[in-house]
């Protein structure tokens, strides 16, 4: 089992900027890929970011490309989220996740290979 703790969320300001963290615990070495949905109530969640584990290769939704950076710190066993240009439409719960599984890029918005998760983070983006 992996445990997965999110902090980091709060409101800020149009354009401004927040950073995400999530530490993960327990069976560290089964986590291949790590990332960050988003959920806004009435709608589905969906992806924002992710990274492989062992590559630090990383991968961003078309909604965050060149504000969002996804990063990992092996030695913590945490995963970061810097969110910058922060717009309004990026107000959503954040929910930090794992796999146990190496995922290609066609298959990184699946969201039944992502075995844990952690309990969200409200993020609020105000005009």
């Known amino acids: 089992q992996v445990q997965l703790v999110e902090s980091g969320g709060g409101l800020v300001q149009t354009g401004g900027s927040l950073t995400l963290s999530c530490a993960a615990s327990?069976?560290?070495?089964?986590?291949?890929?790590m990332g960050w949905f988003r959920q806004v109530p009435g709608k589905e969640r969906e992806r924002v970011a992710t990274?492989?584990?062992?590559?630090?290769?990383?991968d961003y939704a078309d909604s965050v490309q060149g504000r969002f950076t996804i990063s990992r710190d092996s030695a913590q066993n945490t995963v970061y989220l810097q969110m910058n240009s922060l717009r309004s439409e990026d107000t959503a719960v954040y929910y930090c996740?794992?796999?146990?599984?190496?995922?290609?890029?066609?298959?990184?918005?699946?969201?039944?290979?992502?075995?844990?998760w952690g309990q969200g983070t409200q993020v609020t983006v105000s005009s």
């Open positions: 327990g069976s560290i070495s089964s986590i291949k890929t």
């Open positions: 996740t794992a796999s146990s599984f190496i995922l290609t890029t066609q298959i990184l918005d699946v969201m039944y290979l992502y075995a844990f």
């Open positions: 990274i492989s584990w062992n590559s630090g290769s990383t």
